[in-house]
């Protein structure tokens, strides 16, 4: 029995344009301290995006389980989370989970670990729509500058050589400046920081970006603050509206 959402993007009728997000939503516990993930989902359903990279998105203890239930994910949102074969509950890898929206067809998918003094990883999948193609990548890099270069190096080597592929890479990168620490992504991509997202409730670092390949010709990224976005996690969302 199919399950009709109480939120759902509007259509997209241009295959061209395509609106991602980006969201730390820190296992669902606001900064008022209460974990509420319903509060999350209806954040995300404001954002109208097509894609969402999600971070923190599963309980570190134990077996790791989501903060959602899949089914309520897409009642609520009307995105679907990308599944993972990696035989634990979780709804991504480390953390990293990625939300669709019906109208992409997902041709492939990956997870990894990255290095560094923390667990980290990041989470991959071939997306397509009508003739476009995409590959989307999720992550959350580490605390130190030093453990985000090793896990930037490792990234880009994981990185497969598509044609006719455009590529973008979501995530908290964890980067405070808007100058150093991200060379070696901005050397094959285009970093968006649309403004500060941390912390919610008096943003001064945009400790949270989305990297763009060379097949996008329009890009504005902005972050997305309403009331209950504020509380809902310590991190905004940030958006960015893309064409092909």
């Not at 109480?6 to 008022?32: C, F």
């Not at 009307?78 to 890898?93: A, I, K, Q, T, Y």
């Not at 620490?181 to 649309?194: C, T, W, Y």
Request: proline share 5%; hydrophobic share 40%; charged share 25%.
């Amino acid at each position: 029995m199919s399950t009709i959402p109480e939120t759902s993007n509007p259509a997209n009728h241009d295959l061209r344009s395509l609106r991602v997000a980006s969201y730390n939503i820190r296992k669902a516990l606001g900064t008022d301290r209460r974990r509420d993930p319903a509060r999350v989902l209806r954040v995300i359903a404001d954002l109208g995006a097509d894609v969402v990279a999600l971070q923190e998105a599963d309980l570190r203890l134990g077996p790791r389980r989501p903060v959602f239930e899949r089914d309520e994910v897409f009642r609520r949102t009307g995105l679907l989370p990308v599944d993972f074969d990696h035989g634990r509950e979780s709804l991504g890898w480390h953390g990293n989970a990625l939300l669709v929206s019906p109208g992409f067809e997902v041709i492939s998918r990956s997870h990894h670990d990255l290095p560094g003094l923390e667990p980290r990883g990041l989470v991959s999948a071939l997306l397509a729509r009508g003739d476009q193609r995409l590959r989307v990548v999720g992550v959350h890099l580490g605390l130190l500058r030093h453990s985000r270069r090793r896990q930037l190096s490792a990234l880009l080597d994981m990185l497969p050589e598509e044609d006719n592929t455009a590529m973008l890479i979501a995530g908290d990168f964890n980067e405070r400046s808007l100058q150093v620490g991200l060379g070696r992504l901005s050397k094959r991509f285009r970093i968006l920081a649309g403004g500060p997202t941390y912390h919610s409730r008096h943003p001064v670092f945009a400790l949270d970006r989305i990297a763009i390949s060379d097949r996008f010709t329009e890009a504005e990224a902005s972050v997305y603050r309403s009331h209950e976005a504020s509380r809902a996690s310590d991190h905004l969302p940030l958006l960015a509206d893309l064409r092909l």
